[in-house]
């Protein structure tokens, strides 16, 4: 035997991986030893091996698992080495945008949350400047204002399943709002058909649609069941003050709270309506 030669435990330290995973290479034919002792089994590597080592293990950085780097080696057909790197890159492209859309939803759930701590007492009236939003919205043939809460949830369910069936991701099924038309808010009709989620930059352009920036007058509730009476409350905060309201009315949930409620969705709302003022 070569007095140069390295042990499994010499060889494993020097690259910094456990004997275990130089046996496993060993079984898999990726990395045999150059010399196994017939008496005592103990294998041997020789220093050059490492070159064979960090392209194995460079490989795996590359997120190839242990039969692809087989198969490659195996073939040395470097037009396959090229295609599945780029299929990799793909994947890995898509797993990223994966990722971006669950921290934005991470994001969206700590503001929303930061939000309802920070929000008025209910009943509160305020004028406030809204930033630009993204949304998707369904239209519905059901004025869910004719119902109980249990046709809102109904509208609601049918939202998500829209969006599943458009192959939308149910991290974006949070938050939730309504329309009511500037018309319809004026005579006080209750009359809505259509309902929104708030999207973010990632979600395709085709299918969003836009609320513009603005100053809005809001008033805050944490009752569902008594949109209408503020709804009301604000129109006359509106006419008292003189703003002219000149786009829809919306109904935005800005945080649920159903974790502490087992027995229906609780849900803090902000009502509000884009307004000028009087010159």
Known sequence: MNNNYLSIGEMAKMNHITVTTLRLYD????LKPVYVNPET????????????????????ELQM?????KELLDKEDINLIEAILIKKKQQLSIQINDLQ???DAISRTIYSLERYRKSPPSGTITLEYIDRRRIYVMNTDINFYEHDLDVYEHLLNQLKNNMLSRHYSQIYYCNAGTFLSKERFLKQEFISDRIFVFVDDHFPEKDIQIIENGMYACIYL?????????AKRLLDYCRMNNLIIYGDYICEVLSELSMFDHHERSMFLRLQVPVFFKK
């Open 101 to 103: 859309r669950t921290k």
């Open 27 to 30: 079984e898999l034919d990726l």
């Open 222 to 230: 944490d009752d569902f069941h008594q949109e209408i009476d503020y």
């Open 41 to 60: 089994n103990y294998r041997y590597y020789d220093i050059k091996q490492n070159a064979r080592l960090d392209l194995i293990q460079y490989m795996k």
């Open 65 to 69: 698992n242990l039969k692809e780097i």
